[in-house]
């Protein structure tokens, strides 16, 4: 198991933040799944009693992303390709609601911070640097929400988003990957800014279903990794 790397907030219950630090490590593949989890490691590294690690633990695996043996040990679940696909249908039924809002009222301040992630990633891109290109990603979607006044449904989303943001980081480095995602994003701005619903929501699920479309290919890829369909 790699060892955790967390300063913790002392202002802050120890539980939250090392959920939040070990979640981020699965949705990334820092932490493989399959990779064991050891609670007193984790309590040695974290220089924390079991009881927090207990709770983030449990937190883990009400998301999936954890198996827990009782009395033996704890493991980084496999990818679920069902729950991946469901975590899809979520997002894309929410989001096809939200770029229709958002493309019949003008918001000039919205625009520009949706470009700035745009530009973000195609400096992150250029420059290597994978999950500041993610983290950009993940704002553009996330400034979408917070618009359209549903902040609290974007939380809903990441929590049953595990599997399919592990499904898009196997994905994201092929070839020509991360271009298209900057192109779609790029395309469902101008069709936001140009006041075109219906052309944003298309845009908006070809943006979505490049993943998924290519789930055969990934599990071929890596079986090690994921739960067959």
Known sequence: MQSPKLRLDRSRHAAPQVFEHLREQIVSLELAPGAPLSRVTLAETY?????????????????ALVEIYPQHTTVVSRIDIPAARQAHFLRQSLELEIVHMLAQQPDAVLHKRLQASIDLQRVSHANGEYQQFINADQAFHRDMHTAAGVTSLWE??????????????????????????????????????????????????????????????????????VLAA
């Not at 800014?193 to 290519?214: C, D, Y």
């Open 47 to 63: 220089g924390l009693s079991q009881t927090p690690i207990r709770d983030a633990l449990m937190r883990l695996a009400e998301e």
């Open 156 to 225: 809903l989303e990441q929590r049953y988003s595990g599997h399919l943001d592990r499904l898009r980081r196997l994905h994201l480095p092929e070839a020509g990957k991360a271009e298209r995602i900057m192109d779609d994003h790029q395309r469902l701005l101008d069709a936001i800014v140009a006041q075109e619903p219906a052309r944003a929501q298309q845009v908006l699920r070809e943006h979505l279903s490049g993943t998924l479309s290519q789930v055969a290919e990934i599990c071929k890829r890596y079986p090690e990794y």
